[in-house]
């Protein structure tokens, strides 16, 4: 096979060529390169926004590793501080011994050892900065890609900013925050496909097959950390509802598979909860921002007759997170308030706001 | 041939504890250290040769060990038919921890007779050497949550040399298979159907109606 360019550009990227035209291809990668790199330059989150959330998203590591901080807010990195110990860090350890398990053949022992020391860090340093967080577990997981592409330093912040902001629902004091986003999985399938939906309802199946997807943005599941790194680009631009509406699109894209299984509860759980592996993830993630449009998290939640909590990080990620202007510092108050008091249950106030 | 019958047995107990490793150890024969925590849930099934050279199908299902994550016992316990309560012999923590996973495992199960509810104790990783929960305090636990006809057994295993781990579901295939009911013949095939004994308390038939085990 003649050497492509095409491939080395996307080196440690995910997506498969379908196109005949490789030279149309490597054109387009070209110009996509050369606008991520002007939208850095510029520091124009809304633009990298854009490019992450489409196509081949960001490309490769090497472009990730400048435009991510600038989506998630972290340019200046964090430092590890002396500080109380928080008391999940027992648990973290526990996970962060397992972590790193799909480290590309060959990757030396010594090499493993450094990360998972590093992860300890950046997780005790999250958590260590705002106590009130719980982590839990596939928290390691969302950190090991940080840690992966953004070093360590970087890789804090990062963290902290997705914990605080967009997956805050999974580290409050129980998991039902994020397990009512979850819930939201049944009412998209309810309106796009009746059919998966009635087959699901029949057979009993609660959304949990799809729960490590959404909290660790599939990166608990997913062996081929580019593509991984490809739906970070996407889940770190977009509301944090979005990886339920990954999970959604995921059912649906298996939905002949799916209708040919026996009605076993604990089959079609298994069957669903494993991740298919070799799916096309640009692909996936087209579709997905397109059931994103489709049914908005405010649609969606009025759809569902239950909306999450106004304090869920679905409903603040415009006011707390997506509307900073590109030097305003991140304010973490209202998110440490939040995280501070006990779980009510108020809906949303003004649905429009949402978006 | 019909469905086959299955038994469904869930795996607790805190995290890093070895569950995943004991099913691993069951079903492949083999330890590896490059393992993850399990998030959510899911299952494997295993046939299991009893002494008498019957058949039971267990559906073992595997959990996550964080106790945030025991909320979704409601959807992955449901059904049950067996337990098995998991702890590191190195870790006294996750021992005493036992006491509020099966709690919590019978609350969100909710069996019809909680006290006779099928559970056997495994205390993991023997083979490493820095003991600190003794035999004698596994046994004091499973004698106080014994019930009238469920005795509890405990195990001690190495997922990592693969000590004890067939032994160990072999029992709990037995614990929940202890009468045949029917004999059937099934073309050349024998078939015994089995009833367990909750399925006997409890005669709930939506599931899993019987338990029909291929023999010889």
């Known amino acids: ?26 054109a387009e990668l070209q110009r996509r390169i050369h606008m ?69 053949k060959g990757t030396r022992t010594t090499a493993k050892k450094q990360y998972q020391r590093d992860l300890q860090e950046v997780i005790a340093c999250v958590l260590r900065r705002h106590l ?14 940080l840690l992966i592409v953004l070093g360590k330093q970087l890789a804090i912040a990062a963290a902290e900013n997705i914990a605080m902001f967009l997956l805050r629902d999974a580290m409050l ?19 796009e496909d009746p059919q998966i939906h009635k087959f699901m309802t029949e057979s009993n199946i609660l959304p949990y097959f799809g729960l490590s997807w959404v909290i660790t943005w599939c990166s608990h599941d997913i062996k081929d950390v580019g593509k991984v790194a490809r739906l970070f680009d996407f889940f770190i631009s977009s509301n944090p509802l979005m990886s339920v509406y990954l999970a959604a699109r995921l059912v649906i894209s298996r939905r002949q598979e799916l209708l040919m299984l026996e009605r076993d509860n604990a089959s079609i759980h298994t069957f669903l909860s494993k991740f298919p592996q070799n799916i096309d993830i640009d692909d996936i993630i087209a579709k997905t921002q397109g059931l994103y449009n489709k049914y908005p998290p405010a649609v969606l939640q009025k759809l569902s007759g239950d909306p999450l909590d106004e304090t869920s990080c679905v409903n603040t990620y415009k006011r707390h997170w997506s509307s900073l202007k590109s030097n305003a510092p991140v304010d973490y108050s209202l998110a440490d308030l939040i995280l501070s008091i006990p779980q009510t249950r108020k809906p949303v106030r003004d649905i429009s706001e949402v978006r | 041939m019909k469905s086959k019958d299955i038994l469904k047995v869930v795996l607790i107990g805190d995290g890093g504890v070895g569950k995943t490793c004991l099913r691993n150890q069951l079903i492949h024969r083999r330890f590896t250290n490059n393992y993850k925590a399990t998030i959510g849930a899911d299952f494997i099934t295993k046939e299991v040769r009893l002494d008498n050279g019957r058949k039971v199908m267990l559906q073992i299902w595997d959990t996550a060990g964080q106790e945030r994550f025991a909320s979704l016992g409601v959807a992955f ?140």
């Open chain 2, 77 to 216: 316990y449901r059904g049950a038919d067996a337990c098995v309560l998991v702890y590191d012999v190195n870790n006294y923590l996750t021992f005493e921890h036992l006491d509020r996973w099966r709690t919590e495992f019978l609350r969100q199960a909710s069996p019809n007779d909680p006290l006779e509810f099928p559970l056997i104790v495994i205390g993991n990783k023997i083979d490493l050497s820095s003991r600190v929960v003794s035999r004698r305090q596994a046994r004091a636990f499973a004698d106080t949550y014994s019930g009238k006809t469920m005795k509890i057994k405990c195990f001690e295993a190495s997922a990592k040399e693969g000590i004890n781990v067939e032994a160990a579901f072999e029992h709990i295939a037995r614990m929940v298979t202890p009468e045949v009911i029917d004999m059937n013949m099934m073309g050349e095939e024998e078939c015994v159907v089995l009833k367990s004994s909750l399925e006997l308390q409890n005669d709930k038939s939506e599931r899993k109606g019987q338990s029909c085990c291929m023999g010889g």
């Open chain 1, 173 to 191: 004091d129980s998991l039902e925050p994020i397990l009512r986003q979850l819930m939201l999985l049944d009412t998209i399938l309810q309106f």
């Open chain 1, 1 to 26: 096979m003649p050497f492509s360019h095409t491939k080395l550009l996307r080196k440690r990227t995910s997506g498969i060529s379908h196109s005949s035209n490789e030279t149309k291809e490597t």
């Open chain 1, 36 to 104: 991520i790199n002007n939208a850095i330059a510029r520091k124009d989150i809304a633009e990298l926004r854009k490019l992450a959330v489409t196509g081949p998203g960001l490309v490769n590591d090497g472009l990730r590793r400048l435009a991510w901080p600038l989506l998630l807010r972290c340019e200046k990195g964090g430092e590890v501080r002396e500080a109380d110990e928080h008391s999940d860090e027992a648990q973290a350890k526990l996970d962060v011994e397992r972590s790193f398990v799909y480290l590309p």
């Open chain 1, 132 to 145: 009130d967080l719980h982590y839990y577990q596939g928290f390691h997981d969302i950190c090991s890609v």
